[in-house]
Every structure is written in structure tokens, then in C-alpha cells.
């Protein structure tokens, strides 16, 4: 069983990964995030990608970074409808390079967000699942994220402080 795993950053991908070769997959990890911003933030993210991977034998692959993309698919919605479409397009992708790839399965790390609507992502991946013909992977990895988090922090791994676009840059800066 091979999953291509959307890979939102790494602190995020440390319980998904583990949980996913306990359960017998090969995973493949696939860094496509339009919506982080700034570019330095992305670069961060980026740099804290590569370095978890090269010590955790997983291969990611790097589509262009193209903010417009992002801008494109949210084009101003409420915070729901921003979410909704980033979701949306970051796992339309991510479904169709891993047919293209021969994949069995894809799925992304922001199943272990507590910060995130479960059951949207859940709806979002089994919808894009059905459209693509290929098998969405869902569980909820929610329950390692303080512990991966934590593991994040000891091992010195980049860990950001918003979602990524540049709306949840203004909320979460906005509030102090």
C-alpha cells in the first residue's frame, strides 16, 4: 500500500508518518502549501521539512510554490470558505499526483490539527477520493499532536505560529 502524504509542516508530519508505517503503508510525502505566507514563513517551513525527512528515510516531493494559486481558489471568501478551498485544493492536487504516481491511497497531515474541522477534511478528502478514483485515507491523528509537538520542540524542529495563509497571519497576530 503506497499513500501520498500532503504535508502541511513537520512537527505535523511526525505522529501521520509514524501511525501510517505502523499500519503498513509506504508513504511518500507531498510539500504543496500555495497558501503559507509570507515567503520567508515557507521557507522555514520548507527548510524544517527537509531536515525532519532526512533522518526519517521519506521521500517528499516539491510542487512550484504559486501564492496565486491560493489567492485564486479563496478569492476573498469568510474564514469557513477561505478554509474550504484551501482544503480543497491543496488535496486535489495532492489526489491527482498520486494517481498520476500510481498511488493506492492519499491523505495529509492536517488530520492531526485540533485546530481543523475533522469531518470537513474528512468530507473534502472522500469527495475529491470519489472524483479522482482513488482511495482517501482517513484517520484521526489528532490524539499525537501534543506529543509530537512537544517532540518538535525538543528536537529544535521549526514550529509556526498560524495556519499559514496570510488571514490567519492577521488573526493570530491581530489578538495581542
Same mark, same amino acid.
Given at each position: 500500500?503506497?499513500?501520498?502524504?500532503?504535508?502541511?509542516?513537520?512537527?505535523?508530519?511526525?505522529?501521520?508518518?509514524?501511525?501510517?508505517?505502523?499500519?503498513?503503508?509506504?508513504?511518500?510525502?507531498?510539500?504543496?502549501?500555495?497558501?503559507?505566507?509570507?515567503?520567508?514563513?515557507?521557507?522555514?517551513?520548507?527548510?524544517?521539512?527537509?531536515?525532519?525527512?532526512?533522518?526519517?528515510?521519506?521521500?517528499?516531493?516539491?510542487?512550484?510554490?504559486?501564492?496565486?494559486?491560493?489567492?485564486?481558489?479563496?478569492?476573498?471568501?469568510?474564514?469557513?470558505?477561505?478554509?474550504?478551498?484551501?482544503? *480543497?485544493?491543496?488535496?486535489?492536487?495532492?489526489?491527482?499526483?498520486?494517481?498520476?504516481?500510481?498511488?493506492?491511497?492519499?491523505?495529509?497531515?492536517?488530520?492531526? *490539527?485540533?485546530?481543523?474541522?475533522?469531518?470537513?477534511?474528512?468530507?473534502?478528502? *472522500?469527495?475529491?477520493?470519489?472524483?479522482?478514483?482513488?482511495?482517501?485515507?482517513?484517520?484521526?491523528?489528532?490524539?499525537?499532536?501534543?506529543?509530537?509537538?512537544?517532540?518538535?520542540?525538543?528536537?529544535?524542529?521549526?514550529?509556526?505560529?498560524?495556519?499559514?495563509?496570510?488571514?490567519?497571519?492577521?488573526?493570530?497576530? *491581530?489578538?495581542?
Amino acid at each position: 500500500m503506497k499513500l501520498l502524504l500532503h504535508t502541511c509542516c513537520a512537527p505535523c508530519l511526525i505522529y501521520p508518518l509514524e501511525r501510517l508505517k505502523e499500519k503498513g503503508f509506504e508513504v511518500r510525502g507531498l510539500f504543496y502549501n500555495p497558501n503559507i505566507h509570507p515567503f520567508a514563513e515557507y521557507q522555514n517551513r520548507r527548510q524544517a521539512v527537509e531536515n525532519f525527512i532526512k533522518l526519517n528515510n521519506i521521500e517528499v516531493i516539491y510542487p512550484e510554490y504559486n501564492p496565486a494559486e491560493f489567492f485564486q481558489a479563496v478569492n476573498l471568501k469568510e474564514k469557513n470558505g477561505r478554509c474550504l478551498a484551501c482544503w *480543497s485544493l491543496r488535496l486535489k492536487l495532492t489526489a491527482k499526483i498520486a494517481k498520476e504516481k500510481g498511488f493506492s491511497h492519499f491523505s495529509t497531515t492536517l488530520l492531526v *490539527s485540533p485546530y481543523q474541522d475533522q469531518e470537513l477534511l474528512k468530507k473534502i478528502g *472522500s469527495d475529491i477520493a470519489n472524483a479522482e478514483e482513488i482511495e482517501f485515507y482517513y484517520e484521526d491523528f489528532r490524539p499525537g499532536f501534543r506529543k509530537a509537538h512537544e517532540e518538535a520542540k525538543a528536537k529544535g524542529i521549526y514550529c509556526q505560529k498560524y495556519c499559514g495563509c496570510i488571514y490567519s497571519e492577521i488573526e493570530r497576530y *491581530s489578538k495581542k
